[in-house]
T-cell receptor, first 113, second 108 residues
Framework: DAGVIQSPRHEVTEMGQEVTLRCKPISGHNSLFWYRQTMMRGLELLIYFNNNVPIDDSGMPEDRFSAKMPNASFSTLKIQPSEPRDSAVYFC???????????FGPGTRLTVL | GQQVMQIPQYQHVQEGEDFTTYCNSSTTLSNIQWYKQRPGGHPVFLIQLVKSGEVKKQKRLTFQFGEAKKNSSLHITATQTTDVGTYFCAGGYQKVTFGTGTKLQVIP
């Protein structure tokens, strides 16, 4: 079985540009999570969806960040405009019905110059 | 909001020595999960504890959930170089809060 798929794996962009990160959760999982990991702040939950509906976006740092889940097999995290302080590894994770175990994707390493 | 702290932040051990990381929550947890992240990798689920005072073992790893369900520990017996990585505890249902992590380095 394929695990959580994220693309791109690496992204280098310039300040002010729009960045879109993509995630395909494990088939059959109904919860999806976006995390950001940095040395300074550790692993932070940005937003999570249940059955494609955003449940809690209190971790989204500011209005420059937005996330969508148009269907059960796809989600995006968009940063517009990007800033150097957004540089981090962004993980997507999914979990199944009634389950707490989260399965993480390989992450997207974002560098904003 | 809920905070989950782990100590120590870093630990260097000689191969063969034991290792323990402690996890403390500011609030009572419904459950506790443990994850391992290898250098350059992503967090991988190890185990979940649900009951007060629960103890579970996975080979050389022993996991414990405190009686008050506000703390937990992970103990590794006789560390090996393959144990290198960062160990995270995580608490809560759905909106899981990850701990600050303990980075383990094993010196061969």
């Amino acid at each position: 079985d394929a695990g959580v798929i994220q693309s791109p794996r690496h992204e280098v962009t310039e300040m002010g540009q729009e960045v879109t990160l993509r995630c395909k959760p494990i088939s059959g999982h109904n919860s999806l999570f976006w995390y950001r990991q940095t040395m300074m702040r550790g692993l932070e939950l940005l937003i999570y969806f249940n059955n494609n509906v955003p449940i809690d976006d209190s971790g989204m740092p500011e209005d420059r960040f937005s996330a969508k889940m148009p269907n059960a097999s796809f989600s995006t995290l968009k940063i517009q405009p990007s800033e150097p302080r957004d540089s981090a590894v962004y993980f997507c994770a999914s979990s199944g019905t009634g389950g707490d175990t989260q399965y993480f994707g390989p992450g997207t390493r974002l560098t904003v110059l | 909001g809920q905070q989950v702290m782990q100590i120590p932040q870093y630990q260097h051990v000689q191969e063969g020595e034991d290792f323990t990381t402690y996890c403390n929550s500011s609030t009572t947890l419904s459950n506790i999960q443990w994850y391992k992240q290898r250098p350059g990798g992503h967090p991988v689920f190890l185990i979940q504890l649900v009951k007060s005072g629960e103890v579970k073992k996975q080979k050389r790893l022993t996991f414990q959930f405190g009686e008050a369900k506000k703390n937990s520990s992970l103990h590794i017996t006789a560390t090996q170089t393959t144990d290198v990585g960062t160990y995270f505890c995580a608490g809560g249902y759905q909106k899981v809060t990850f701990g600050t992590g303990t980075k383990l380095q094993v010196i061969p």
